[in-house]
């Protein structure tokens, strides 16, 4: 999202805090520091996201694959949707790949390229396809289109509507 938004200098704490300090790095204490000023302008990416009337031309036309990010019970529609009014099920032609099974269980971090890419071809994506990314509200899509970055290093787009706007429908 902070790539939809314009910013350059983007980290991710692969593994998160916790690993950061089981290696002992560098922690800081006390007071928060103020930052300078910045002159960040905010330059969407608008071809970053897909709206819902692409989804529903891609039913017909297939010109990219849709991968759903969310767990495989909310996809098939065996498991409930966190919100109450929203039925669980998936959008018509669309593959998943829930997160969770991106990121090594007990490191936290993201699995490495090749176990990745066995992840994709599982779901028949391949360096050659072009691929949206969705979930229930867009954001945990980010780390799944963010792992196909690390194996590919393509550009990716989001369904940020996901599927709490086509169920919604």
């Not at 928060?32 to 330059?43: A, G, I, L, V, Y």
């Not at 998936?90 to 593959?95: D, M």
């Not at 990745?116 to 990314?133: A, P, Y």
Request: hydrophobic fraction near 30%; proline fraction near 4%; charged fraction near 30%.
């Amino acid at each position: 999202m902070f790539n939809y938004f314009g910013h350059k200098k983007i980290s991710i704490l692969d593994g998160g805090l916790v690993k950061w300090k089981n290696e002992n790095k560098k922690m800081e204490n006390g007071p928060e520091k103020r930052s300078q000023k910045s002159n960040f302008k905010c330059t969407a990416k608008n071809e970053m996201l897909v709206n819902i009337e692409q989804v529903k031309e891609n039913i017909n036309n297939k010109k990219f694959e849709l991968v759903d990010a969310r767990s495989k019970g909310r996809f098939n529609g065996t498991e409930n949707e966190p919100r109450p009014d929203i039925k669980s099920g998936s959008i018509p032609k669309s593959c998943n790949l829930p997160w969770i099974e991106c990121i090594d269980p007990i490191s936290k971090c993201f699995l490495s390229k090749e176990q990745l890419q066995e992840k994709f071809k599982e779901i028949n994506i391949n360096n050659n396809s072009t691929v949206v990314f969705s979930c229930g509200s867009g954001v945990t899509a980010c780390i799944v289109a963010k792992a196909f970055e690390i194996i590919d290093g393509k550009n990716f787009s989001i369904y940020d509507g996901s599927w709490t706007e086509w169920a919604s429908q």
